[in-house]
């Protein structure tokens, strides 16, 4: 269902962010780097990742509903600006680890039926102004990161790969990656993860590794094996990734 793209490039000749057009919406896939795009990825993700987040962090359960969702946002945006922040500081070459956040916004072409259901799932926090989008604040639909803050099954990987001739500093890691219900199945997460994967190369990566769960292994469309991922480690090590598998694919292909 995917469509029409166009790019926009920013002064050092990287892309800046990446407009695309499908039948039923258009999108803006972009780096979200000021304070009011990392508080609507954080929104964002307490929506898309409320199951997961109930299991990892413990609220009381006399907060209402709409109280934990806004504290779990808190949580995840400190976390995105402390990480945002480092960056200037990695450039300069301290050696902090890298994260990037990727966006996804809701264009300014939409079937109304489709935006009224997108806009039922969020707040008034996750709308931005963004270029390429209505003149109306819009809202995110989508995120990922990519950080070269590695898992420990993955460092073991890199460490162990006679391929990975570069090291750890070559490597990065994708995750969180979620879409609202409303704007699935339009190539949202595709576009999000080929943006990563772009603005990784730019920075002299090379290696993309994430990892699957293990329920998804036998769907041949699933988005990492539909972009060249494959299967590195079948079983980890790390508790809290017990049920995975880890993929990984070469950008140099």
Same mark, same amino acid.
């Given at each position: 269902?995917?469509?029409?793209?166009?790019?926009?490039?920013?002064?050092?000749?990287?892309?800046?962010?990446?407009?695309?057009?499908?039948?039923?919406?258009?999108?803006?896939?972009?780096?979200?780097?000021?304070?009011?795009?990392?508080?609507?990825?954080?929104?964002?993700?307490?929506?898309?990742?409320?199951?997961?987040?109930?299991?990892?962090?413990?609220?009381?359960?006399?907060?209402?509903?709409?109280?934990?969702?806004?504290?779990?946002?808190?949580?995840?945006?400190?976390?995105?600006?402390?990480?945002?922040?480092?960056?200037?500081?990695?450039?300069?070459?301290?050696?902090?680890?890298?994260?990037?956040?990727?966006?996804?916004?809701?264009?300014?072409?939409?079937?109304?039926?489709?935006?009224?259901?997108?806009?039922?799932?969020?707040?008034?926090?996750?709308? &931005?102004? =963004?270029?390429?989008?209505? @003149? #109306?604040?819009?809202?995110?639909?989508?995120? $990922?990161?990519? +950080?070269?803050?590695?898992?420990?099954?993955?460092?073991?990987?890199?460490?162990?790969?006679?391929?990975?001739?570069?090291?750890?500093?070559?490597?990065?890691?994708?995750?969180?990656?979620?879409?609202?219900?409303?704007?699935?199945?339009?190539?949202?997460?595709?576009?999000?993860?080929?943006?990563?994967?772009?603005?990784?190369?730019?920075?002299?990566?090379?290696?993309?590794?994430?990892?699957?769960?293990?329920?998804?292994?036998?769907?041949?469309?699933?988005?990492?094996?539909?972009?060249?991922?494959? &299967?590195? =480690?079948?079983?980890?090590? @790390? #508790?809290?990734?017990?049920?995975?598998?880890? $993929?990984?694919? +070469?950008?140099?292909?």
């Amino acid at each position: 269902e995917e469509g029409e793209k166009r790019s926009a490039f920013g002064s050092r000749g990287m892309c800046r962010c990446v407009v695309k057009t499908t039948k039923r919406f258009d999108y803006v896939t972009k780096l979200a780097t000021t304070t009011a795009e990392l508080r609507a990825v954080a929104s964002l993700r307490s929506t898309v990742f409320r199951e997961e987040y109930d299991k990892l962090i413990t609220i009381a359960s006399a907060i209402a509903s709409p109280q934990k969702g806004r504290i779990l946002a808190t949580v995840e945006w400190d976390r995105l600006e402390k990480a945002i922040a480092n960056q200037n500081d990695i450039e300069n070459g301290n050696g902090k680890a890298l994260l990037l956040c990727v966006s996804a916004w809701l264009g300014g072409r939409c079937d109304a039926k489709v935006k009224d259901t997108i806009l039922s799932e969020v707040d008034r926090s996750t709308l &931005v102004a =963004q270029e390429g989008c209505s @003149e #109306e604040p819009a809202p995110v639909i989508g995120s $990922l990161d990519l +950080s070269t803050k590695l898992p420990k099954d993955v460092a073991r990987v890199v460490d162990e790969s006679q391929s990975l001739s570069a090291g750890v500093s070559s490597v990065a890691y994708v995750s969180n990656v979620g879409v609202l219900s409303g704007a699935r199945c339009c190539g949202v997460a595709g576009a999000m993860l080929e943006f990563a994967q772009d603005q990784a190369l730019e920075r002299g990566i090379e290696y993309v590794f994430t990892h699957a769960h293990k329920s998804e292994m036998h769907n041949r469309n699933l988005l990492y094996f539909k972009h060249g991922y494959v &299967v590195q =480690q079948s079983e980890s090590n @790390e #508790e809290a990734l017990k049920d995975t598998v880890l $993929l990984g694919t +070469s950008l140099l292909k």
